[in-house]
């Protein structure tokens, strides 16, 4: 199965990534048009179960490269299109912990490998390089790595850089102007909300002027900009229409700080309607993730409109095992460290109550895959905390799944969650928090789990199974209610209509819980 593609325009090759049975991307191959496929070269084969295998051509389309990676280790092949008979090359062989990033750029008049990597600190740092196979112990620093800012990525322009970075938990557009000296101005581009998510479009062209970029806020639709490098004019181009006479004025936007067991200040970012009293009446959803390094950053919703627009506020809780606050936000977050991903919700739930917004009884906490691990997790640790529980595509039997390594993503999330079936420590970890083996004889309060029968991240069977044994273990009340999707994968039904009505469904429910329902 095609795994992805990529054209060389000066060799006349097509490069292509096939796909095991294991649903693994694992061998590129070199197509030259005008002929059979049977004659199609295998330029490279992944053997290492936990490496993923892409193939792609930068901006100047001067190298195709070959990146093979797994949750924590990274290398890098190349070719130069120049000479595209020739072999591809091993820019610098995967170390155990090591990423980096490669993209071509012309910085005073010289061909550099800007790299991208973690070798001097977890945060990343930006260093240069020749184009050819290059140890990292000669690769010139060009951002030092810093502890207070997360370096993401790069993209190389005949102008200027646009890197793309995170701080204080929110997202930021650095540009680096260049002359024919180097490095001729560093700055970011600037909005003025509180909490924002603000990155870069796909800017195919390697000459162009302006950067194309999208902003958004919890309370502001999503809108493309074009930035002018030069003036540094901002020019808005378009904004998601929002039908019914919306109006970003009748909503507030807020970023609060809870402070988690171990002391760790744990960012949230909230938005509710406009004048809303701080005692403890406003009914809130909280949403978290917290895991893969994911940053789940601000995010404008439509359908969110209705509970906004019935008193109620919406809450992401930036816990760690996600990447908002950088590297060690992650690290934080995972293997031994899990635990801290449920405490941190935990501490959000908790500072939402104490600063006054809303009260335990008016608050329902939702999250996802495995965002519905920490759901499941929290509600056993927490039941008291809120007034119910969403979990859509669950993780919710994780020990189960992770020692079954005939499964396609199990042997790759080793390094995520551990591997209980060759480490006992890893097995007794997992089974301590894993939401089906904690759930107890307590009062939990009303829980809905929704799953695909065609799920194949997350088997419909862990949410059926959770649901059982909480309906048969659960004191006092059992209100739970298992929602399947007969025609459906991991990211939901298909057709807009659908999701829409899917949501709705989500949403119907959430009201119901925190009071709303007759509003």
Not at 232 to 244: C, H, I, M
Not at 302 to 314: E, K, N, P, V, Y
Not at 360 to 379: C, Q, T
Request: overall charge negative; glycine content about 10%.
């Amino acid at each position: 199965m095609l795994g992805g593609a990529s054209w060389d325009p000066r060799g006349g090759a097509f490069y292509y990534v096939t796909v095991d049975d294991s649903w693994r991307a694992d061998k590129v191959w070199r197509h030259t048009l005008g002929t059979p496929q049977s004659d199609d070269e295998l330029v490279f084969h992944e053997t290492d179960a936990q490496f993923w295998v892409g193939v792609g051509v930068g901006r100047t389309k001067r190298f195709v490269m070959v990146m093979s990676a797994a949750k924590t280790t990274s290398e890098f092949l190349v070719l130069d299109t120049q000479r595209p008979e020739s072999d591809f090359v091993v820019f610098q062989p995967r170390e155990t912990g090591i990423e980096y990033g490669l993209e071509h750029a012309v910085i005073g008049g010289d061909d550099v490998f800007l790299v991208m990597h973690n070798g001097n600190g977890p945060n990343f740092e930006l260093a240069t390089s020749p184009v050819s196979p290059t140890p990292r112990e000669s690769w010139t620093p060009l951002l030092a790595h810093r502890d207070d800012v997360r370096l993401e990525d790069v993209d190389a322009f005949a102008g200027h850089l646009v890197v793309h970075q995170r701080k204080d938990g929110l997202t930021q557009l650095r540009i680096l102007t260049l002359d024919a000296e180097g490095i001729a101005d560093d700055h970011q581009v600037e909005f003025a909300d509180e909490v924002y998510t603000i990155g870069s479009g796909g800017n195919p062209e390697f000459e162009q002027p302006v950067v194309r970029l999208g902003y958004t806020t919890l309370a502001k639709p999503g809108a493309v900009h074009n930035y002018d490098v030069r003036t540094r004019e901002l020019t808005l181009l378009r904004e998601t229409p929002v039908l019914g006479g919306y109006d970003p004025t009748h909503y507030e936007e807020h970023r609060e700080w809870a402070t988690a067991p171990d002391g760790t200040r744990v960012p949230i970012s909230l938005v509710v309607p406009a004048g809303s009293p701080r005692d403890g009446s406003v009914p809130i959803l909280l949403y978290g993730y917290g895991a893969y390094e994911a940053s789940i950053d601000p995010y404008f919703s439509i359908a969110r409109l209705s509970l906004l627009d019935r008193g109620a506020g919406f809450a992401i809780a930036h816990i760690r095992g996600g990447g908002e606050m950088g590297r060690h936000w992650y690290d934080g977050g995972k293997l031994e460290h899990k635990q801290n991903t449920f405490s941190d919700f935990i501490a959000c739930g908790q500072h939402l109550i104490d600063s006054g917004w809303t009260s335990a009884d008016r608050m329902v906490a939702e999250g996802g895959s495995a965002g519905g691990l920490l759901i499941g997790a929290v509600a056993n640790q927490a039941p008291d905390l809120f007034a119910g529980f969403v979990a859509a595509v669950p993780f919710v039997d994780v020990l189960t799944t992770m020692l079954d390594s005939s499964l396609p993503l199990t042997v790759m999330e080793y390094e995520e969650w551990g591997n209980p079936e060759g480490d006992p420590v890893a097995y007794e970890r997992i089974r301590g928090y894993a939401p089906y083996e904690n759930v107890a004889a307590v009062d939990y309060p009303p829980i809905l789990a929704e799953t695909s029968l065609n799920d194949t991240r997350v088997f419909y069977v862990e949410a059926a199974k959770w649901i059982a044994k909480l309906r048969a273990a659960a004191v006092v009340r059992r209100d739970f209610l298992l929602k399947t999707e007969m025609a459906a994968g991991h990211g939901g039904v298909s057709g807009r209509y659908q999701a829409w009505s899917d949501r709705a469904f989500s949403l119907a429910w959430i009201l119901d819980r925190m009071g709303l329902a007759d509003s």
